[in-house]
């Protein structure tokens, strides 16, 4: 069936380095994507989305890229932090569904310093 | 502006009972989502309402029901309580124009013993 998938359950990076979280998704009727962060005991809290019309997007720190003919989607996060550590959960969406989220199963990324 | 509310944080109840959990979205967010998030596991859509309507549901049965009042805050309830329903059960509202928008409550605990 349809399903959104993580490359990698855990990730360590150290304190001050770019951090990749990769996720591959594979239904192609998928036009909205989103990384979600989730520290213990709270919900997720948006870090970024992108639309199937773009390939890049680039926030605070953050940058999401979309390749579309791979179904692949990455969260890059610059300079590291401490805070940064957490849970991050690629989601997809499509306008049949009413934008109902489908998650993959998270990554877990842990900053050392 | 106060995010998405959930009620009670935590919540035990016997195997065969009723649960029921309550949220309150964003000030003019239409379309409320749950979503239950099993211990390790990541987020599994549930229920999607929009403007006191169900308008798609997730792979689960139908003893998972909700309703949208019409101040557009929702209950979720879930009958004859099975242990495995033990999960962090999350609510997210959108303003129900753009597939953006997706803000998380910070759940419901529910413990079935």
């Known amino acids: 069936g349809e399903s959104v998938g993580l490359h990698l359950p855990t990730l360590s990076v150290q304190e001050g380095d770019n951090s990749i979280i990769n996720c591959a998704y594979s239904n192609s009727a998928s036009d909205y994507f989103i990384w979600y962060k989730q520290e213990s005991g709270k919900g997720p809290q948006f870090i970024i989305d992108i639309r199937s019309n773009m390939d890049k997007r680039q926030g605070q720190r953050v940058t999401v890229l979309l390749n579309k003919t791979v179904k692949h989607l990455s969260l890059q996060i610059a300079a590291t932090q401490p805070g940064d550590s957490a849970v991050y959960f690629c989601?997809?969406?499509?306008?049949?569904?009413?934008?109902?989220?489908?998650f993959g199963k998270g990554t877990s990324l842990l900053v050392t310093p | 502006e106060a995010g998405v509310t959930q009620s009670p944080t935590h919540l035990i109840k016997t195997r065969g009972q009723q649960a029921t959990l309550r949220c309150s979205p964003i000030s003019g967010h239409t379309s409320v989502y749950w979503y239950q998030q099993a211990l390790g596991l990541g987020l599994q859509f549930l229920l999607w309402y929009d403007e006191g309507e169900e308008r798609n549901r997730g792979n689960f049965p139908p003893r998972f029901s909700g309703r949208q009042f019409p101040n557009y805050s929702s209950e979720l309830n879930v009958n004859a309580l099975e242990l495995e329903d033990s999960a962090l059960y999350l609510c997210a509202s959108r303003p129900g124009v753009t597939p953006g928008g997706y803000t998380f409550g910070s759940g419901t605990r529910l413990t079935v013993v």
């Open positions: 989601a997809e969406s499509y306008s049949n569904s009413g934008y109902a989220l489908n």
